[in-house]
T-cell receptor, first 112, second 113 residues
Framework: NAGVTQTPKFRVLKTGQSMTLLCAQD?????MYWYRQDPGMGLRLIHY???????AKGEVPDGYNVSRLKKQNFLLGLESAAPSQTSVYFC???????????FGPGTRLTVL | GQQVMQIPQYQHVQEGEDFTTYCNSS?????IQWYKQRPGGHPVFLIQ?????EVKKQKRLTFQFGEAKKNSSLHITATQTTDVGTYFC?????????????FGKGTHLIIQP
């Protein structure tokens, strides 16, 4: 039982490049989230999904897109990376919005 | 969206001293969660508080939810080096109907042996 996994763990991009971050969970959770964490800012919600085939915007969605084609996977895409998107990205999942969230190990992204 | 203030930002203590972090909201909360993040790690759920005035204990950790459900605290008795990390409170996100959590900025606990 791996819980929540994220790939890759680290990535360096040049401004304007694109990439996709993958989150996978094996707990059969309906709800999945993408957060970004910046020094002194806590965690901020980017996008979320309440079930397969659904996605919605969170607090800081600009510059990101997401897809949830399979229940166990939640993808976060950056179409044209900017230095302001340098951050640590965490994926989380939960049974419902009132339950504890389980976090993945994070992806450290640097945009030069 | 929902704003939640967490203080202090940093707390230095000697090993064995107590530690407290506070979380304050301007609006009434339906519930509040607490998470711990070790250096270089990911947030790990500690507890959820739902009822007004609720107090829950986990070994040396005591969690409280205010009577008005607008504030919460986490108190650690006799800190140990394993308590090092950042403690976050998290409340239901209320911006534009979105789901998820709004996190406080966290309190970094630094322990000097």
């Amino acid at each position: 039982n791996a819980g929540v996994t994220q790939t890759p763990k680290f990535r360096v991009l040049k401004t304007g490049q694109s990439m996709t971050l993958l989150c996978a969970q094996d707990m059969n959770h309906e709800y999945m989230y993408w957060y970004r964490q910046d020094p002194g800012m806590g965690l901020r919600l980017i996008h979320y999904s309440v079930g397969e085939g659904t996605t919605a915007k969170g607090e800081v969605p600009d510059g990101y897109n997401v897809s949830r084609l399979k229940k166990q996977n939640f993808l976060l895409g950056l179409e044209s990376a900017a230095p302001s998107q340098t951050s640590v990205y965490f994926c989380a999942s939960t049974l419902s919005s009132y339950n504890e969230q389980f976090f993945g190990p994070g992806t450290r992204l640097t945009v030069l | 969206g929902q704003q939640v203030m967490q203080i202090p930002q940093y707390q230095h203590v000697q090993e064995g001293e107590d530690f407290t972090t506070y979380c304050n909201s301007s609006t009434t909360l339906s519930n509040i969660q607490w998470y711990k993040q070790r250096p270089g790690g990911h947030p790990v759920f500690l507890i959820q508080l739902v009822k007004s005035g609720e107090v829950k204990k986990q070994k040396r950790l005591t969690f409280q939810f205010g009577e008005a459900k607008k504030n919460s605290s986490l108190h650690i008795t006799a800190t140990q080096t394993t308590d090092v990390g950042t403690y976050f409170c998290a409340v239901p996100y209320s911006g534009g109907g979105a789901d998820g959590l709004t996190f406080g900025k966290g309190t970094h606990l630094i322990i000097q042996p």
